[in-house]
């Protein structure tokens, strides 16, 4: 059964850094493109980055600059690195996964919380 687990949210303050983990189990994703998402209160999921089997990335314009994905394949982990955090960046953060090379996201993880303080 394929899962994803996201960790690494928490409480923060406007200006820190954080680095979420999503851990990948079931299978091997090291030729998939793996993503994060986000779903601030009482708005629709928004798009957060992505990054492809060869490490190529894509950020939202509102993170671009700031966040920065990266990933491990032999410990099939994604991290999404999360700098000068501000309050609107508070949000359940999902990290989803797609086939092999690229499709749909068709793996979500369960989310972990962010929340920002200003």
């Known amino acids: 059964q394929v899962q994803l687990v996201e960790s690494g949210g928490g409480l923060m303050q406007a200006g820190d850094s954080l680095r979420l983990s999503c851990a990948a189990s079931?299978?091997?994703?090291?030729?998939?493109?793996l993503g994060w998402f986000r779903r601030p209160p009482g708005k629709e999921r928004q798009f957060v980055g992505s990054i492809t089997w060869s490490s190529s990335t894509s950020y939202a314009d509102s993170v671009k600059g700031r966040f920065t994905m990266s990933r491990d394949n032999a410990k099939n982990t994604v991290f999404l690195l999360l700098n000068n955090l501000k309050p609107e960046d508070t949000a359940v953060y999902y990290c989803a996964a797609t086939p092999a090379y690229g499709g749909g996201w068709i793996y979500w993880g369960q989310g972990t919380q962010v929340t920002v303080s200003s």
């Open positions: 079931g299978r091997t994703f090291s030729r998939n493109t």
